[in-house]
Each structure stands twice: as structure tokens, then as C-alpha cells.
């Protein structure tokens, strides 16, 4: 996978406090799905954040999906709308 500690550091310097807001608004999130969000604000397609992570797309496609459900979304384009408005 791609998403090493130096990607991460790159994008907490280009984002220093998304994930910060997204851990303080929304608490029961996975690391993963930090990431999954993290690589969604950077507008990644499925198949890209597969990639990075070194997973499958379907298994980009149920973290998506289990986001959506704790944070009671009902479309990928409210996940998406979520994201950008967040700082």
C-alpha cells in the first residue's frame, strides 16, 4: 500500500485539521475510515483509493458504505458534500 506515515504526514500538512474535525464531530469512526474520508477529501475514485491502501475496490465500496450508515447518510453524494465542507 501507498499510505505510508510520509503520505500521511504530507496530508496533515495539506489538510492540518480535517482529521482533527472529523474525530471531534464524528468519534466512532475506524481508522480506516479516517483514511478512507482522508483520501475522499483529496477526491480519489474508488479504484485510486484501493490502490493506495492496497485493497480491493469492494472494499473501498463497504468502508463507504459503513461510513454512510454511522453517520447516517443516504447517498455517496452527501459523504461527499460532508467532506468537502469540512475544514
Known sequence: P???SA???VYKRQYPNFITSLKNTFENLTPSELRCL???KLK???KEMALVLGVSSNSVMVTKHRIRKKLNLKSQQELQNLVKEMK
Open 44 to 46: 480519489l475514485s474508488n
Open 38 to 40: 482522508c483520501l475522499e
Open 2 to 4: 501507498l499510505y505510508s
Open 7 to 9: 503520505a500521511s504526514d
